[in-house]
């Protein structure tokens, strides 16, 4: 099993640290917001020393069933907030993910009739399994879509290249139909996932739950709990939203699947929310938190992911999920580096092509 596709990246445990150096504390004066971040998960005093050193550092996030996965992990960066709330807010955690092959911004108007790239003659293999989909794991879809694929198929001319026109049609129709209901009525209207035996896996419910991790940042994720606890009515004036597919390639197979950006600045915190409320296979939904706060001359980062896969059930549970969470701690270190790496080149934070 490839545990990285469990791992991509970082979501909510929200936040963190922030204070104390060495052996003082510094003023709240300071960084009120990574105070009050630092306190809330309260991290000890040695791993908020190690912050303050410019070290990566885990912490612990509780997990809301038994699908999922998560972790958290903190750092701090001699760039200004600024600079790092610029980052954020251009969408460059996407623009800049290196297990993203491919991206591209939904309109915010009804969706076009086709969402996502069309697949490959490499794709082949997978093009045929949509269209001949059944309730399992193989792929996330619901009892509709599995329909609506095989009857495609039905209608198919026989030839390779057929397949290829028929399930990259049917399947952007399908993303496309997802994002107008996610975009209509939230997670209300996420269809569940039809698996063997006439069972669903619901995205929705740990989507749900997740919400509550906004309120772990203190005042900082105010707004941001408020647009996801009512998404999309009575959304803040201060929340920005975006909706992107993604193509990653995930336990050697071609991934799309469907991104919520928000994305909430103020003048002593930016938080930014990656909510993956659509995948095409091994796991079902995906949240990354990822908060910069002013600390000191720099900034404090701190970041957190939630994975729900049905991947970790069943027999040796405890040993998969202890080895799907460090590889997801891994994988999230790697990108808060990236981030460090980039701004210490002094490379602009600017906007990414296909973002506002």
């Known amino acids: 099993m490839c545990w990285r596709a469990l791992c991509v990246l970082g979501l909510p445990a929200i936040g963190l640290f922030a204070v104390l150096i060495a052996s003082r504390t510094a003023p709240a004066a300071d960084s009120p917001a990574a105070i009050e971040v630092q306190e809330s998960l309260q991290i000890p005093l040695e791993q908020r020393r190690r912050i303050v050193r410019g070290e990566a550092v885990s912490f612990p996030v509780a997990e809301n069933s038994e699908r999922e996965i998560a972790a958290g992990v903190a750092l701090t960066l001699p760039a200004p907030f600024s600079q790092l709330a610029e980052y954020l807010s251009s969408g460059q955690l996407i ?88 975009r209509q009525s939230g997670l209300a209207a996420i269809a569940p996932y039809a698996r063997t035996g006439g069972a669903v896996t619901d995205p929705a419910v740990e989507l749900r739950l997740a919400i ?32 992107y597919w993604v193509k990653r390639r995930v336990q050697r197979r071609p991934h799309l699947s469907l991104l919520h950006r928000m994305v909430v600045t103020g003048a002593g915190s930016t938080v930014h929310l990656e909510r993956y409320f659509y995948v095409e296979h091994s796991f079902n939904s995906m949240v990354i938190l990822t908060g910069a706060f002013p600390f000191q001359e720099g900034t404090l980062l701190v970041a957190s992911t939630r994975v729900s896969t049905d991947e970790i059930l069943g027999v040796g549970s405890q040993l998969k999920r202890t080895v799907a969470r460090g590889q997801m701690r891994d994988e999230m270190r790697t990108r808060l580096e990236r981030v460090r790496s980039s701004l210490s080149r002094s490379q602009p934070g600017g906007a990414e092509s296909q973002s506002p």
Do not use: C, K, M, W
């Open 212 to 243: 509550a991790d906004a309120q772990r940042i203190g005042r900082s994720g105010t707004e941001l709990h408020q647009a996801l606890l009512h998404y999309p009515a009575d959304q803040p004036a201060q929340v920005a939203s975006y909706v």
């Open 95 to 182: 623009a800049q993910d290196a297990t993203i092959g491919d991206f591209g911004l939904v309109p915010p108007e009804a969706p076009s009739p086709l969402v996502g790239p069309p697949f490959s003659s490499s794709e082949r293999d997978e093009a045929a399994g949509l269209l001949d989909a059944t309730p399992g794991t193989r792929f996330n879809l619901s009892t509709g879509e599995i329909e609506s694929l095989r009857s495609a198929r039905s209608a198919e001319g026989g030839s390779s290249r057929d397949t290829l026109d028929l399930a990259s049609g049917a399947f952007r129709r399908l993303l496309s139909e997802r994002v107008l209901s996610y």
